[in-house]
């Protein structure tokens, strides 16, 4: 089989851990910032443990507006990326949604510059039209289907059709803190404040996360989290799911118990949602991430569902 001479990027939205990072094939990823109370434009890392992201999620929820995320500068990647072009390295990017952030097209001003530079080497960017582990696991894809022998140009092809069947699915605590961060629209968080209601959504094509439907408490959320993923998913034999979360720890290894139970898939891995993408998420999100039906208008999923939330009532 041709072996291909290009390394795959994410950037530091997509929760990739150093060990999903080594384990899958990730050769690295673009570093965006945060700023905190006490300090400002601080590297976001995908390295903290548990208890360093227990301590962070406790401050953003006492401190919602001290924290805030920024993309990195064009001259920072341009010299990330030509550290590689030395090396005699093409370049794969998965990057965080355009719709959501800076960081895509600072990338591709970035590969502009770089590549007038080295003309013999070649950056290609896919923009995921996803965030944190939606983006980590295009990846993850995109890693994969180098090792099977696609040349950069059929990966990124590659992966424009294969990220419509990318989904997300989980109960979320706070739906305003999600929607006063633009990750939803404020007309949908109306609900968000109700007592031990659930919004549950999954990724719209336009690359945030539309709330589908909404259930009473955490164990029915998750209940319905697990047959919304047997109705969506696909090749769940050949599938590695992984379930994240956002200080839910607990809850996200129940679920991830669930899926194991219910659906038996290759394998599921439950994941830390690092600070980049937590800080728009807020505290208190359960999600799973993996394939399955093709995403148009969501219609589809509506209606699925709210007819899984019905029949658990």
């Not at 099977?148 to 979320?172: C, F, V, W, Y």
Request: aromatic share 8%.
């Amino acid at each position: 089989m041709e072996k291909h001479n290009y390394i795959i990027l994410s950037d530091a939205a997509s929760d990739l851990s150093p060990e999903l990072r080594k384990r899958f094939g990730i050769d690295g990823y673009i570093q965006t910032y945060i700023s905190t109370p006490k300090e400002e434009d601080i590297p976001s890392r995908l390295d903290m443990s548990d208890a360093e992201l227990d301590a962070f999620y406790a401050a953003l929820k006492s401190n919602k507006n001290g924290y805030k995320t920024s993309a990195p500068s064009v001259d920072e990647v341009v010299l990330y990326f030509e550290s590689f072009f030395k090396q005699g390295n093409d370049i794969l990017t998965v990057s965080l949604s355009s719709k959501l952030s800076a960081t895509y097209n600072v990338i591709l001003q970035a590969k502009k510059i770089v590549c007038e530079k080295y003309p013999e080497r070649k950056a290609v960017i896919v923009d995921s039209l996803k965030y944190s582990l939606g983006s980590g696991l295009l990846a993850i894809k995109a890693s994969e289907l180098r090792a099977q022998g696609l040349s950069i140009d059929e990966n990124a092809k590659a992966l424009d059709r294969i990220k419509t069947t990318l989904h997300h699915m989980g109960p979320i605590d706070d739906l305003f803190w999600v929607a006063s961060k633009g990750r939803i629209s404020h007309a949908k968080a109306f609900f968000g404040t109700m007592l031990g209601v659930k919004p549950m959504g999954d990724f719209g094509p336009e690359g945030m996360v539309t709330v589908l439907g909404k259930a009473t408490g955490i164990e029915k959320a998750l209940k319905v989290t697990v047959e919304y993923i047997k109705k969506t998913i696909k090749s769940e034999k050949e599938q590695i799911i992984l379930v994240a979360h956002t200080a839910r720890r607990k809850q996200a290894q129940t679920l991830a118990q669930l899926i194991e139970e219910k659906i038996k898939p290759k394998e599921v891995m439950v994941c830390n949602i690092y600070p980049m993408s937590g800080i728009n998420a807020g505290p208190g999100i359960v999600a799973a991430f993996y394939y399955g039906t093709e995403i148009t208008d969501l219609a589809y999923e509506k209606q699925i569902l709210n007819e899984i939330i019905v029949s658990k009532s």
